[in-house]
């Protein structure tokens, strides 16, 4: 279904653990004590309640943590994200968001999908069961008798980059994070679980507070 499969959305994999993990995470080391002020939120999808929420969402928790943010619907106009845009308009609208007192951007976009096939035998076996021939084979037979023993999933490989809009395009990418989410299934849940895995990130890398607990 595209309008699901366009954006971040899935449900909980294998003894309940996060949807979304991280895969890698970069911060320039020119920015060491940068922490923007006015953040501008981008989420690069056809499907319009998927981009307001994960938008929405992340504006939130940027607020928490003394962050200005707002959403890009909010501050483009429809003719901007409905048509392709040349690198001339795009200059012209970050030099608009410049003015706006805008001093980042954080945009969020799906990079490719990679299918992966799991065993669908949910029970959890200790290492013992792989020491003996005979307890390895008896476990691990039924996928000779079970048509449904293996279950295909999607893996989307999605990436956030955070931009500092004062400075010229080659010295601008402040941070980038890439994450893995697996075989979409709901969207409020995804975008949570994204948001939040986001939110670590910058956390980690310093770039934004975090809260008191």
Wanted: charged letters at 25%; one cysteine or more; hydrophobic letters at 35%.
């Amino acid at each position: 279904m595209k309008t699901i499969g366009s954006f971040f959305v899935i449900v909980f994999l294998l003894f309940g653990c996060s949807s979304t993990k991280m895969l890698d995470s970069w911060k320039n080391t020119d920015y060491t004590t940068y922490h923007p002020k006015k953040v501008l939120i981008l989420g690069i999808t056809d499907n319009l309640t998927g981009r307001k929420l994960f938008e929405q969402q992340l504006k939130a928790e940027l607020n928490k943590r003394g962050v200005t943010a707002i959403e890009s619907y909010e501050v483009f106009e429809s003719t901007f994200t409905n048509s392709k845009q040349s690198e001339e308009d795009i200059q012209s609208e970050v030099s608009k968001l410049s003015n706006q007192g805008f001093d980042a951007i954080l945009i969020s976009a799906v990079k490719g999908v990679d299918e992966r096939i799991s065993y669908s035998n949910n029970i959890y076996r200790t290492d013992y069961y792989w020491r003996r021939f005979g307890h390895y084979y008896y476990v691990y037979q039924d996928v000779y008798f079970d048509p449904g023993y293996y279950n295909k999933y999607k893996i989307y490989n999605i990436e956030a980059s955070l931009y500092d809009l004062k400075q010229k395009d080659d010295k601008s990418l402040v941070w980038v994070g890439s994450y893995g989410i697996y075989d979409p299934q709901t969207i409020n849940n995804t975008v949570k679980d994204y948001v939040g895995a986001i939110i670590k990130s910058l956390e980690n890398e310093g770039i934004i507070m975090k809260l008191a607990k």
